[in-house]
């Protein structure tokens, strides 16, 4: 039995039509099975524009890579051009080409009447609960009781740290060497600390400094390992996956973005992604992952101390404030 042969012009053709349909339709369908959300996720179109050309640069290549091949993808080509398949379906095809042109040509410019643009609703307000509207940070405003329990272990060079960051230091100590553990910080407040704890006399105003110097370093470890890929190293939304999304991650430097909202919004935001916001109105164009899956609250407000600062920023305070 005679093997059924494809030629390189057919294998092109139905190539770049798979991989047309698959990013087209495959992935969004794949994404939402993967977020069970009940919307697909699409693809941006310069992500469909990268595909293609990566596939054709690849075909281009596959064809051209040998005489052989080339001649292979040119012949049913040549036949067409001499009216090898007829007469008729070649002045078809060659009148069809250039009308299908002239056609995407006019429909992208024709002007037309259309409705307004959807509103980029990226973090809504809508069902925010109000009782995070009075939130405060706890490790941006620590507790006498925390404070004086720092104290305690300043004093007996027993600090707790989070665990994404124990190894890191437990590992410095160990090259170092150092007399107390919190030398790793070589900040003023914590310099201060540390002689006051051999003094015997520590103030609470300087345990407090210190403290924040430490949840400040935590978060800024926190946000780097969880937040930076999409937010950047300098949190205006340019990390190495932004381009990626849809919409870039948002710009926590600009002023109308975080300084214009309370903290307890915020904390809500990164508990629950967009996965974990209100169906009403969806898609709401937020990637972030629902955080509360796989981190503490704790953590999270550690984070959020951290991208405050790294943006230089301040919180809104609640108007009943």
């Known amino acids: 039995m005679k093997k059924l042969k494809i030629g390189s012009f057919l294998t092109v053709v139905v190539t770049l039509l798979a991989v047309y349909a698959l990013v087209k339709w495959g992935i969004p369908a794949v994404s939402r099975e993967i977020t069970t959300l009940p919307f697909p996720l699409p693809v941006p179109g310069t992500l469909m524009f990268m595909y293609m050309v990566l596939t054709i640069i690849a075909l281009f290549l596959f064809v051209t890579f040998s005489d052989e091949g080339l001649d292979d993808f040119l012949r049913p080509v040549r036949k067409f051009l001499r009216g090898g398949y007829g007469k008729i379906p070649r002045a078809v095809i060659l009148l069809a080409i250039p009308a299908i042109a002239g056609w995407q040509v006019y429909e992208n410019t024709v002007p037309r009447v259309e409705v307004p643009a959807s509103l980029r609703i990226q973090h809504p307000s809508s069902n925010f609960p109000r ?60 310099k201060k600390l540390l002689e006051q704890v051999q003094s015997g006399k520590v103030d609470m105003a300087t345990a407090k400094a210190a403290l924040l110097e430490k949840n400040l370093f935590e978060g800024r470890a926190l946000y780097a390992m969880n937040c930076r890929a999409c937010h950047g190293d300098s949190v205006a939304g340019d990390g190495p996956m932004a381009d990626g999304f849809k919409l870039r991650p948002i710009n926590f430097t600009d002023n109308g973005t975080i300084e214009t909202i309370v903290e307890g919004y915020t904390f809500w935001r990164v508990t629950n992604g967009g996965p974990g916001l209100p169906t009403e109105a969806t898609p709401w164009d937020s990637a972030m992952p629902e955080w509360k899956l796989s981190l503490t609250e704790e953590e999270r407000w550690k984070i959020i101390l951290a991208e405050y600062n790294l943006a230089g920023k301040t919180p809104r305070i609640p108007e009943s404030h």
């Open 131 to 190: 009782s995070f509207e009075a939130l405060k940070n706890p490790v941006a405003n620590p507790s006498d009781a925390d404070i004086k329990t720092f104290v305690e272990q300043a004093k007996a060079n027993e600090v707790s740290f989070i665990p994404q960051v124990r190894e890191d230091i437990d590992n410095w100590a160990e090259e170092n060497d150092p007399e107390h553990v919190l030398e790793f910080f070589a900040v003023a407040p914590v």
